[in-house]
């Protein structure tokens, strides 16, 4: 049997990872339309400096796949999170709800009342702004979680079901009160520990699944996918932009579920309808050096204020010797969505409204001391579980099944998956071929 899989990210490679020695499989196809492999987990090289589309990290209650994603790594880092919520002008150790005696004393009081006061905690809830007020109180909700969620998603958190936010764990009332008398509780403790490649930026973990591919695997490079067709006999024809063709018994697709629809020849109006309707956002990467270091030993900082153009920035420099700058190197996050007011916005504009958070923040004395060495946009990068999210998946998912082709990966099933679950999600594909 012949397998073609589209896209070379993490799902796909790992898929012919765990394929590849079946006896009843001759020869699997990977396409890729980027000029290297990695997808979304690819690392970016500019100037001397490595850097991700975003902060990744390797940790995961997932014991096997964490090990397997490190055991195909050369070398690993083991590092101890130390991430910082920027409120108000003050560091609050991430996760808030664990470290609020940070705050100032009327955002303490608010959000320590309205957690022991709370009248949510009877309800089912429906979508994730229901799930903070429920779980967390009026206080904590609104003045951290609901506007840094607006900030980062673009979309209000009453339109958005709970199938990401369901995994939170809900603090105790006893937790919460340590937490606002002074102590930082660590919360997230499967998050507390992580690994990282020791260098190569986390494209290092895909490569390394590339390089134990036997060869069964081809992987094709620069060649998009523009039309994908099932023939008479039940086999797919795949023709790519440079007018390869590639036939083969069995279809995996992980390119995104609107990249693959536009190139099936055969979709009926009301499935389409639904992939329109599929929500997600964008992201613009920003590769920032400053002139000091004034971040301190920590690594990401989240940050809610409207009016601060990004939501997240990362310190490289945190991650080993070999991201390492004379003075501090920044990953700054800013999630769009074609068309919207970030999306229109000049490159100097752009900078100048980073810049300007950076001093915001206390990252920058000075605009000026903000370099720009690199800025990237990546069109897919966040699932959106909208309300409409589940029936829209089950309806295309549904009919692809029925055509006989497969989805996975991130964005291929349009599930907001973490690393490890994309392993986990190929393994259990390859077993149930």
Known sequence: MKLTILGAGLSGLSLA?????????????????????AGLCRSIRKDGYTYDIGPHILFSKDKEMLELMLSVLDAKNDLKRSNQIIYKGRWVQYPFENDLSKLPKDDLDYCVSMFKANPYRGYVPQNMLQF????????????????????????????MDTQMVERIPQPTDE????????????????????????????????????????????????????????????????????????????????????????????????????????????????????????????????????????????????????????????????????????????????????????????????KSDSEFINITKHQYAYVIYDLNHKENMTTIREFYKAEGIDLNGRFGNFEYWNMDKVLREAKNMAENF
């Open 132 to 159: 903070f007020l429920k779980t967390f109180g009026e206080g904590i909700t609104n003045t951290y979680l609901r506007p840094y969620n607006e900030k980062i998603w673009k979309y209000d958190p009453s339109f």
């Open 175 to 366: 937790e919460i009160m340590r937490s606002a008398s002074g102590e930082t509780v660590e919360g997230y403790v499967h998050q507390l520990y992580f690994h990282f490649p020791k260098e190569g930026g986390i494209e290092a973990v895909p490569k390394g699944f590339a390089r134990k591919l036997n060869s069964k695997c081809q992987i094709h490079l620069n060649n998009a996918v523009k039309s994908v067709k099932k023939q008479t006999d039940g086999t797919f024809k795949v023709v790519t932009d440079k007018g390869q063709e590639f036939v083969s018994e069995r279809l995996i697709s992980t390119i995104p579920i609107q990249a693959m629809t536009a190139a099936y020849d055969k979709v009926p109006a009301d499935i389409q309808s639904h992939v329109d309707d599929l929500k997600y956002n964008s992201i613009i990467i920003a590769f920032v050096k400053t002139k000091e270091d004034l971040s301190g030993d920590n690594f990401a900082f989240m940050n809610p204020e409207k009016d601060i153009i990004f939501h997240r920035i990362s310190k490289m420099d945190f991650l080993g010797d070999a991201y390492k700058s004379d003075s501090a190197t920044y990953m700054v996050e800013v999630t769009y969505r074609k068309n919207d007011y970030t999306d229109q916005l000049s490159e100097e504009e752009l900078k100048s409204r980073i810049a300007d958070g950076m001093v915001r923040i206390g990252f920058a004395k000075e």
């Open 17 to 37: 990872y765990f394929l590849q020695d079946r006896s009843d499989i001759e020869h699997i196809d990977i396409i890729e339309k980027d000029d290297d492999i």
